[in-house]
């Protein structure tokens, strides 16, 4: 088991359910105690060890003495205009990682629904094309706390009736790259004593790391998000350096083996960027791709950033895509662009830690 410390102690919330129960039993304590412990650090939001109830004064006072409750550092909040907020968090040792919470409707539904984007990482080591994470490099893991510290401590901030309904792993950093530390942090995050999140509501996105794909599907049945972006095993590799590892064929086959859930499908995302892969070629390779695969592709307009010379492609080029592959029993969405004056919108995270000035006006 790997024990995460912060200052040289123990770190709590990097634990999973069993490993807590082993660190008390360490400290004489039992299982029963751990539980108390668990739901209070999660359910009630206890935040120091020495307000911890229901367990003796001896364990108390071990705890204080080898473990700590983590919790982010807020640097700074941006709200968009189209009600997107990000959240950006220091880090102790420097740098900083992003969240994004996204406000949404469904009127078919009739409740609303309220994403949080979660980091992964802080940086990324994928370097993809359009994706500004990538300039950063990477720096280090989150560790499992720092993970679901986004979650905790956005839900802090949230208005009276507002409740996070769904979590999206697309933020900041690749998170099969982090493996280990996002199974214990899923494992927080779907207790029913600790988030209750459903698996249906969680959805880890990945650029392709095969092997590691294959192991969290084994594990857990969380949605797939695979980052795709390209048709051919050249085009992909100019695009998302991972392709040299794990070829586009070998990502396929591993989507298609797979085990879903019944009616369950995976969802290819494709940045598209104009003269780049929205060609009607790729258009026709795309669909084909997908002929036959329990799959939903959602479309992404480039978001344009200065930094880079990629273009968006029109809103008529996309729309002409969406038709095709819809027409043709693909399920397509397309997905529609948020909090883009905040930097908060899919390739921008980072910019703060890349310098970006932020505007004053959109500071919470």
Known sequence: MTVHTVEGKTDLKSLSFQGLCEFVRELGGSDHNAGVIWRQLYLADVTELGALTGITRALRAALIQRATIHRLTPAFVLDSLDGTRKFVWSLPEGG???????PDSMPSRGRPRL?????????????????LTGDLGLKR???PSEIVGQVQQVREQLQPGQRITNLVFMGMGEPLHNLDNLIIALGTLFDDAAFNFSHRKVTVSTVGLVPQLRRLAALSPVSFAVSLNATTEEQRRQIMPITRRYSLDELMR?????PLAHSKRITYEYVMMEGVNTSDDDLERLWRLMDGLPSKVNLIPYNENPDRE??????DRVREWQHYLVTRGVQTSVRHT???????ACGQLGKASLGEQIPEAALG
């Open 96 to 102: 900083q990682i992003e969240s994004v919470l996204i």
């Open 141 to 143: 893991n989150l560790r």
């Open 310 to 315: 990629i273009r968006r492609p029109s809103a």
């Open 115 to 131: 994403t949080l984007c979660l980091s992964s990482q802080v940086g990324c080591a994928m370097a993809c094309r359009f994706c």
């Open 254 to 258: 591993a989507c298609r083996e797979l």
């Open 338 to 344: 948020r909090g883009t004056d905040i930097s908060a």
